[in-house]
Each structure stands twice: as structure tokens, then as C-alpha cells.
């Protein structure tokens, strides 16, 4: 199958092939023709399969066919409203739009907070026909007056199940009811949750619905490996690994800000280039961190779960998780970053004996043991007991989910949830969330050992 047979306009086939794509992939092949089609779409795809493209190609191709909208005023107004969770990915969205549309006489605009509000007002004056936003300051421009709304006819929510994580649902709710009610909705997100259900039931009019990647699946291209070690030992682990290996462009995970910052201080300390990239940061700082890991100035990018969400960065040969997330579906997220659109990729987890509970998590929601291999002069001490590990409020492990012990160090200060991480905008979801995985966790005993372990002094 080529872009050409599914019908898009020359400008966009050219933008296309400018990019190096030669073949849809297959939530393109099955996308394109449906939003061609004008219905809504439910689409469970995670980040990495082509779903941006899959959205934006044939939308630019319906705006590029029809006449602007325009208010009284003769304003060039939005048609296109595409919400996302965070600045990143909406930074990201805007620049996929722009460089498939670069052909196009179409203009979007990106949206968020922690940036001053008058160049988007200036933008909006301007005349805008997609608008990339974060929910808070789509809806902070809705109140002042700034974004005229009514020429909206299409709405898409991208990684819709991360809004609803975020504690956006009730932000949705209230742009949902400021858009003309007769519009195209297209629905993104990479598992099909309860809430994500509830949300397409009242959203969506007889949607098609497309999953390429089955629910809850680790992508099948990463090969996923698991180092045991000890609970102290983990940053030697990793300053072993990343100089043994001489490994490039490192994505690591922490649960919490404060640990991402602490840890890309230690690599550096270590002589390793690295740079830590959350919520805290500026959004310059941010930028430029990426900037730097993209063009392999800066070896490892240390990150939080929500910072991370829209990194898009192509092929990402390596993602370590230098702390299992307490959320499974997270560490789907996580992997997610590597073996990009096909390519094959690595997630490797240093997991010690605090953390054997979420790696059962794990492995029950992606339906397999994930293979353990121990590093030669890291194993763990067999002696190690299970300490609780702190999250938020909540404590977990340990057998019961109370105020940490004296003498506990605390492993955690939020999950990375907090206002600053989404924009200013969440809401509140993240203490729920963890408490609900506190409650699944109650009472059960430290996992179960699921793969057999390998012995190995070097791991590719
Ligand atoms: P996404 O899932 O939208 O984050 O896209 C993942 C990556 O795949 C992005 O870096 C895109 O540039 C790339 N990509 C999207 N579509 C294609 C395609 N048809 N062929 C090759 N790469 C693609």
C-alpha cells in the first residue's frame, strides 16, 4: 500500500515523502480512509505507531479542500481542535502538523501554559486553522475571549487515557461543551480502560474502531530484559552498563522528579553526560535538554513518566527503568519510546527486591515473564529483605500502606503528577490513582520470580 492509494492530495504525498515515509503504517492504512470518511474514530494506538500521522494526514487533506472559517470579522477561525496531555506533545503534535502540511496554506498554532498568553493571542488574531492545546490554557483563551470556537468541526483527543490519568476528565467535559455539537471526534489512546470506554460512549457517534496494537501489549519489537540488584546499587549498575556498552541516547525513567534530577547529578558526577527533563523545569530548559540528548551531546536523558509523554524522538535504541513505575500500564508507556515505528529497541529495568511487586504487575498486564539476566559483580544479596517504597502519600510494600518508618528513606515525592508536570493542569487524578494501585497491592506477598534468571557479564 502506498500514501498515493489512499487518496490524499498531491502537497501532502510530497510533505510525506520529504519526511522518508514510503508506506503508511498500519494504523495509517486503516485511519486515513475512515477520517477521509468523516466518521468518528476510536483508534487504541500507542506512541510510536505512526499515530500522529495517522490523524493529521487526512485531516489537512479535508481542511485543505474546503474554505476556511471565519467569524464576523472576517478572522480565519479553527476547524481543528487536537487536545493532548502536555506541552511536549503538543510541541511535538504542532511540529508533525507543520511538516506535513508545510505545503498546505493552512496555519496551526500550539497551545500551552507556562508560557506567556499574548503571542498565542497574537497567533489567534492572526488567523489559525488547527489548534494544538493543552485543556487548562485552550480553556483559559475559551474564558478571555481570545478563541473563537464555533467553527470548530473536528475534535481530536490524543492519548486521551494519559488526560484522563492527568485529572483532566472534568477540562474535557467543559470543552466538549463549548464546540459545535455536529463535528467529527477521533479518539486516541493506548489502552482501552473503563474510563476511556465511558468517555467514547458518551463522546462518539457509531465510531470505527481500530486497535493495531492489542490492548495492553508491550510493543512486540522491544526486547525487554530485566537486571536484578541491589537496592544501593543501581546508579553503579547504570554508570556500568552506559560505559561498558558506551550507550548513546539513554531514555531512563525515575517515579519522581527529585530522583531524576539527584540521578542525572550522580551520572554527571560519574562523567557521564546527562540532563534531567520534568515538570519543575522551564520549558526552555526542557527544550534545550532534548535538544542536546537528540543530537547526542547529552548521553542519558533522565525523565519522569508525564515529562516524558511526548518525546518523539525516531528510533530510540535504549530505555532504562532505573525504577519500575508503580503503575503497570506505565511501563507499556515507557517501553513505548523505543522500537519506534517498527525499529527494533531495548527497555532494560534494574529491579531490586523493593520493586518485585510491580514487576509482577508488570508482567501480568503484558501476559509474559520478562526475561532476568544477572550482571556479573552486581548481583543482589539474596539477604535483602523488601523495604516499602513511598509514592505520593501512599506507601506501599512492606505489607502495609502506612507513613514511612524511621530510617525509611523516602523513594518517592509523587509520581511525577503533579501541577507542574501537566501544564498546571492536572487535577487531582495521580493521588486517586495510586491509591487505587495501593489497594490492588494490599496484602499481597513480594512476586513470584516468573522468568528464570540468566548469568551474563555484559548485556548488548
Ligand atoms: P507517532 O506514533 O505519531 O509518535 O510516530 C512515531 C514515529 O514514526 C514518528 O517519529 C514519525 O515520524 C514516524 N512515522 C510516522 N509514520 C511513518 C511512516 N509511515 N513511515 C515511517 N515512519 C513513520
Given amino acids: 500500500m502506498t500514501f498515493a492509494s489512499l487518496g490524499l492530495d498531491e502537497p501532502i504525498l510530497r510533505a510525506v515523502g520529504e519526511q522518508g515515509y514510503s508506506t503508511p503504517t ?19 494506538a500507542q506512541t510510536g505507531t ?16 474546503a474554505q476556511p472559517a471565519r467569524n464576523s470579522r472576517g478572522q480565519v477561525i479553527p476547524r ?13 503534535v504542532a511540529e508533525n502538523v507543520r511538516d506535513y502540511g508545510k505545503h498546505l496554506k493552512l496555519r496551526c498554532m500550539v497551545m500551552y501554559g507556562g508560557v506567556g498568553m499574548q503571542p498565542q493571542v497574537d497567533a489567534l488574531r492572526r488567523g489559525v486553522d488547527i489548534v494544538v492545546a493543552t485543556p487548562g490554557r485552550m480553556l483559559d483563551h475559551h ?64 465510531p470505527k474502531v481500530i486497535e493495531v496494537a492489542r490492548r495492553n501489549t508491550a510493543a512486540t519489537t522491544v526486547l525487554q ?13 547504570l554508570t556500568h552498563l552506559v560505559r561498558e556498552n558506551n550507550w548513546f541516547q539513554v531514555l531512563v525513567f525515575m517515579r519522581t522528579k527529585h530522583g531524576a534530577n539527584r540521578l542525572a547529578e550522580q551520572l554527571r558526577g560519574d562523567g557521564i553526560g546527562a540532563d534531567a527533563i520534568h515538570g519543575n523545569k522551564s520549558q526552555g530548559a526542557r527544550t534545550r535538554a532534548l535538544a542536546d540528548f537528540k543530537s547526542g551531546k547529552l548521553q542519558v536523558l533522565v525523565a519522569t513518566d508525564i515529562a516524558a509523554r511526548g518525546i518523539d524522538i ?9 525504577e519500575l513505575p508503580n503503575v503497570p500500564e506505565d511501563y507499556v508507556h515507557r517501553i513505548g519510546r523505543t522500537g519506534r515505528a517498527g525499529a527494533e529497541g531495548r527497555a532494560i529495568s534494574l529491579v531490586c527486591v523493593d520493586e518485585l511487586r510491580f514487576l509482577r504487575d508488570i508482567e501480568n498486564l503484558i501476559g509474559r515473564p520478562i526475561e532476568r539476566t544477572l550482571v556479573a559483580g552486581f548481583e543482589p544479596d539474596p539477604q535483602e529483605r523488601a523495604q516499602p517504597i513511598r509514592v505520593g502519600r501512599t506507601v506501599i510494600g512492606g505489607g502495609k500502606a502506612s507513613g514511612p518508618r524511621r530510617g525509611d528513606a523516602p523513594r518517592g515525592g509523587g509520581a511525577g503528577h503533579g501541577r507542574g508536570d501537566s501544564n498546571g493542569q492536572s487535577r487531582g487524578g495521580a493521588g486517586r490513582r495510586d491509591g487505587q494501585q495501593a489497594r490492588r497491592d494490599g496484602g499481597r506477598g513480594q512476586g513470584r520470580g516468573a522468568a528464570p534468571v540468566r548469568r551474563n557479564g555484559t548485556t548488548g
Fill in 50 to 65: 505512526g499515530k500522529t500521522a495517522a490523524f493529521t494526514l487526512p485531516l489537512l487533506h479535508r481542511l485543505s479542500q
Fill in 26 to 44: 498500519p494504523i495509517q492504512a486503516q485511519a486515513i480512509p475512515a477520517v477521509l470518511a468523516g466518521g468518528d474514530l476510536l483508534a487504541a
Fill in 143 to 206: 474564558g478571555q475571549r481570545t478563541l473563537d470556537l464555533s467553527g470548530v468541526d473536528t475534535l481530536v483527543l490524543d492519548e486521551a487515557d494519559r488526560m484522563l490519568d492527568m485529572g483532566f476528565i472534568h477540562d474535557i467535559r467543559k470543552v466538549l461543551a463549548l464546540l459545535p455539537p455536529k463535528r467529527q471526534n477521533l479518539l486516541f489512546s493506548a489502552t482501552f480502560s473503563d474510563e476511556i470506554k465511558s468517555l467514547a460512549n458518551s463522546l462518539l457517534d457509531r
Fill in 314 to 322: 525516531d528510533q530510540l535504541p535504549l530505555v532504562v527503568n532505573f
Fill in 80 to 92: 481543528v481542535l487536537v487536545l493532548v496531555p502536555t506541552r511536549e506533545l503538543a510541541a511535538q
Fill in 225 to 237: 530484559t530485566v537486571h536484578p540488584v541491589g537496592r544501593d546499587r543501581k546508579r553503579e549498575l
